[in-house]
C-alpha cells in the first residue's frame, strides 16, 4: 500500500500522491489509495483509465466530486504469477475530469462526457506506476516510522521547551507583582512616617508660641506703672 503524499493538481482538482507504489509480491494483491479533491465551487466529474485494465481493479473508476470535497480511489494489483523485468512497470494511469451540473448522478453522466470532442473542457493528471520489493516496502515503512517517531520526540521536546519557557515568563510575572506590592507598602509606610513628623513639628512649635505669648502677658502684667 502506498500512503498519500505529494500530489499533482489541475485547475479542476488535485490527486494525491503523484505516483501509484504497489508492493509487488508473486500470487499476492496489493493495492494503493489515490485522493482526487475538488478545487472549484463546481460538481466534478472524473474517470479513471489505465493501459493495463486486466492488471487493475479501480473502485470507483467513475463519479462526481461534490464543491471542495474529496474522494478515495482504490486501484487493487491483482496478483501476478511473474515478476515484471527489473521490477519495472511501463502501466499508466489517467485520470480525467471535467464540470457538470450540480446534483449530477454517476448514472447521469453521458457516454461523451469525457471525450474532448464533446466540447467539453477535459483536464486530464497522468500518473506512473511504481513497484517495490516487500524488502524495499518494509525499509520504507522503517524509515518512515522512524521519522515519524524522530517527529514525534522533537515535538514533545519542542512542547516541553515552550512549557519550561511558560512556567519561567509566569514565575517573572509573579516576581514582578510580588516586588510591585513591596513598592506600594513601602510608599505607604513612608508617607505615614511624614505625615507623623510633621504633626508632632507642629505640635512642637504651637506649644512655643503659646509658651512665648503666655510670657509676654505675664511680662506686661507684672511690669511696673510710669504714672
Known sequence: MSAVG???GNQLVSVYPDELKFTFELEKQSYCDLKVVNNTENHVAFKVKTTSPKKYFVRPNTGVVDPWDSCIIRVTLQAQREY???????????????????NTDVDDLPQDAFTKD????????????????PSS???????????????????THL???????????????????QLQQELEMLKR??????????????????????IMVGFLLNLSLTSPSTE
Not at 516496502?137 to 515535538?155: C, I
Open 189 to 210: 509606610r513612608r508617607i505615614r512616617k511624614s505625615d507623623r513628623g510633621f504633626s508632632f513639628t507642629f505640635a512642637i512649635f504651637v506649644a512655643l508660641i503659646g
Open 159 to 177: 512542547n516541553q521547551a515552550l512549557q519550561q519557557l511558560k512556567d519561567e515568563r509566569d514565575r517573572a510575572a509573579r516576581q514582578t507583582k
Open 118 to 133: 464533446s466540447g467539453k473542457a477535459i483536464e486530464e493528471c497522468k500518473l506512473r506506476v511504481m513497484y517495490v520489493s
Open 84 to 102: 515484471p523485468p527489473d521490477m519495472q512497470c511501463k502501466d499508466k494511469f489517467l485520470l480525467q475530469s471535467t464540470i457538470v451540473p450540480p
Open 6 to 8: 505529494a500530489g499533482v
Open 137 to 155: 516496502a518494509q525499509a520504507n515503512s522503517t524509515e518512515e516510522s522512524l521519522r515519524d517517531s524522530q517527529l514525534s520526540s522533537d515535538s
